[in-house]
């Protein structure tokens, strides 16, 4: 298995430019999630989702969209990237609330 | 509110000394999950622990026990004899039952030297 994957693993957008950051996994898991993490701040969640076609938001979801066609899939959208958005995004699944999250490597972006 | 603290923002110890990373949690649920990820220089995340509200019994997992006491609002990782590969960002997360929502504290940055 290859677990939670996410790309690409390194981006430079410009203020205004749209992106889809990529999350997969083939675990089977019903919940997802992404989270970002800016130094000092730890790991927030942006949005989650317990099964496709269900999904909702975290704690810091402005700027974000995301959808949930399939169980593996967990895209996030930024529509207009600001500076602000600049950060590590993880992307996770567990198979239940309680269960283990398993992490993606990771995505940096550099908002310019 | 729900809240995870991690007052320790950094730890530097000499390698075979023990050290405790102290996690304090707030929340109103009376159910809850209590967790700990290692973050190691390579960026990943791994899981460590999880804990439920109603299981206050402590655990040992080779050098790595952890203390929870629904008393304080604790839920704190010591690490016995500690190692250079030790070294890592440690941070704590509580979920409340039934919101799939994890909340993380900030992150204790362990230096292991050696």
């Known amino acids: 298995n290859a677990g939670v994957t996410q790309t690409p693993k390194f981006q430079v957008l410009k203020t205004g430019q749209s992106m889809t950051l990529q999350c997969a996994q083939d675990m089977n898991h019903e919940y997802m999630s992404w989270y970002r993490q800016d130094p000092g701040m730890g790991l927030r969640l942006i949005h989650y989702s317990v099964g496709a076609g269900i999904t909702d938001q975290g704690e810091v979801p402005n700027g974000y969209n995301v959808s949930r066609s399939t169980t593996e899939d967990f895209p996030l959208r930024l529509l207009s990237a600001a500076p602000s958005q600049t950060s590590v995004y993880f992307c996770a699944s567990s198979s239940g609330q309680i269960e283990t999250q398993y992490f993606g490597p990771g995505t940096r972006l550099l908002v310019l | 509110a729900q809240k995870v603290t991690q007052a320790q923002t950094e730890i530097s110890v000499v390698e075979k000394e023990d050290v405790t990373l102290d996690c304090v949690y707030e929340t109103r649920d009376t159910t809850y999950y209590l967790f700990w990820y290692k973050q190691p220089p390579s960026g990943e995340l791994v899981f460590l622990i999880r804990r439920n509200s109603f299981d206050e019994q402590n655990e040992i997992s080779g050098r790595y026990s952890w203390n929870f006491q629904k008393s304080t609002s604790s839920f704190n990782f010591t690490i016995t004899a500690s190692q250079v590969v030790d070294s890592a960002v440690y941070f704590c997360?509580?979920?409340?039952?039934?919101?799939?929502?994890?909340?993380f504290g900030t992150g204790t940055r362990l230096k292991v030297l050696a």
């Open positions: 997360a509580l979920s409340p039952s039934g919101t799939y929502k994890y909340i």
